[in-house]
């Protein structure tokens, strides 16, 4: 998903040790599915490991290199997409519109920080769910939880909430899909800066932020051909953009069946994704889930919650980065707004007087998650926004730098998170409330966070 694929390898590192991509099966695991037939899964396994990968050794190392640039303040961080995707919504519009929304937010920071953006999806294999219970209860009745597509299906029955392998090998499909349409889209030329109204969304015409928007586009086309009008000639590298995709390492097996050898570079890759991230459920130091990202050569990401004290994270980072790689971590903050003042600065003090390289990124969706009175998991719109307005401040305070931003959103006009430009009540929520998970950020709402990191990242340069 990148046209750079001959980068400099950024070699500073050395081969893990007794690691091999099973050797997560010998710590306590959590968060995995319990399958009735061991024998079939195991065959639906093997199946997997023979597949092509989804991802390419080189794209995965252009990311690092581009997350190092961004720990440097170089580069900022967007990465984006839905909480959980589903196999029904793996449809050309749904993944088209997602797209759609992700440049047009990029095109929004890069305006407003002055800098390159990285762009990571959390899609293309985003379908496994860390659970708060095993079993879930209606009326009386326990079943199983749903763990994502990629385990059981979300409907409340007992044929449907048993883990099936098949949906391994259907989720990997659906995932080189996602994939091909992506990369076929931005290769063809849908993220090209001279034409933004590619990515217009037709439902926004009447948006209380279009004004503001289609005044940055103009600019921003006003630019481009001041530019393109010096050097004389059309400027090639304005006709597409990087992408790269990221979901929860929490399937083990699924990740252990990508995790390959590649040739010409020593150890091993997992080609299921660009930017595997190890979720906050299953960040324990001796558990399974630091066993298996310690010994992949991907950039990692780790949610920080408000739980992990510093001694705790320098400890993890200890183990997955213990040469001090460059681009290797990316922290991704989810404390929730009344608790990231608190819980944050300890945190960031740690990793500044550590001396460690990571990339600082906020994700003000997780630590911000209630219930409505109608039944409802939502978040509002304020205390997203207020979690990040303070993540900046915070940063700036201890010294550190706010370097990128990780948010749960759609292009689709679904109404699952409160508040926004067109202030979303409890009651609006039953209109469009499709998560099967996490609510998200609709295109408005996401629109209207972009411009405030715009300014508010502008504003500290
Ligand atoms: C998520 O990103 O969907 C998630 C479950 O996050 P966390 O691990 O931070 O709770
Ligand atoms: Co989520």
């Known amino acids: 998903m990148t046209s750079k694929s001959v980068n400099k390898p950024l ?12 050797s997560w099966q010998s710590c306590p695991v959590t968060q ?10 195991d065959q639906t396994l093997e199946q997997l490991t023979s597949l092509p990968p989804l991802v390419t050794s080189w794209e995965v190392s252009e990311l690092k290199s581009q997350l190092a640039e961004a720990q440097a303040g170089k580069r900022f961080l967007l990465q984006g997409g839905d909480c959980a995707e589903t196999f029904a919504e793996c449809r050309p519009e749904v993944i088209s519109n997602r797209l759609k929304v992700l440049l047009q937010m990029s095109l929004v920071l890069v305006h407003g920080l002055k800098i390159p953006v990285v762009r990571v999806g959390r899609f293309a294999g985003q379908y496994a769910k860390p659970r708060s ?110 992408f790269f995709t990221s979901h929860e390492a929490l399937h083990l097996h699924y990740e252990q069946a990508q995790t390959r050898k590649v040739p010409r570079k020593w150890g091993w890759f997992n080609l299921s994704t660009h930017l595997p991230w190890i979720g906050m459920r299953t960040i324990a130091l001796d558990g399974a889930h630091v066993e298996y990202c310690r010994g992949i050569r991907n950039p990692i990401g780790i949610k920080v919650g408000p739980g992990l004290s510093s001694d705790a994270l320098l400890r993890l980072l200890d ?13 991704i903050h989810r404390m929730g707004a009344s608790n990231i003042a608190e819980h944050l600065p300890p945190l960031l003090k740690a990793i500044r007087d550590s001396g460690r390289p990571v990339l600082w990124v906020c994700d003000p969706m997780h630590g911000n998650t209630e219930a409505t009175s109608n039944g409802f998991k939502t978040r509002r719109f304020d205390n997203i926004s207020g979690e990040l307005k303070s993540a900046f401040d915070i940063h700036a ?42 609510p998200r950020l609709n295109y408005e709402q996401s629109m209207e966070l972009a411009m405030l990191i715009g300014r508010r990242a502008g504003d500290m340069q």
């Open 11 to 22: 070699e500073p590192v050395r081969e893990p040790t007794a690691w091999r991509p099973d």
């Open 397 to 438: 305070h201890c010294g550190t730098r706010l370097g990128g931003v990780h948010l749960e959103l759609t292009g689709e006009n679904v109404t699952e998170c409160l508040g926004g430009a067109r202030e979303l009540t409890e009651t609006d929520l039953e209109r469009a409330y499709k998560s099967t998970v996490d």
């Open 319 to 331: 183990v997955l980065d213990p040469d001090l790689e460059p681009g290797r971590i990316t922290l």
């Open 133 to 242: 219970a095993d079993m879930e209860t209606r009326d009386g009745v326990s079943l199983p939880s749903y763990r994502g597509d990629l385990v059981n299906g979300p409907e409340f029955t007992e044929s449907a909430r048993v883990p099936d392998p098949q949906r391994l090998l259907r989720g990997h499909a659906r995932s080189a899909m996602t994939m091909n349409f992506v990369r076929g889209l931005i290769d063809g030329g849908f993220a090209d800066l001279h034409h933004p109204e590619y990515w217009d969304l037709s439902w926004v015409d009447h948006s209380p932020l279009a004004v503001e928007y289609q005044r940055m586009v103009g600019s921003i086309g006003d630019a481009v051909r001041f530019m393109e009008t010096i050097a004389g000639r059309r400027v090639g590298s304005l006709q597409r953009v990087d």
């Open 32 to 41: 995995q599915a319990t399958y009735p037939d061991k024998a079939d899964l």
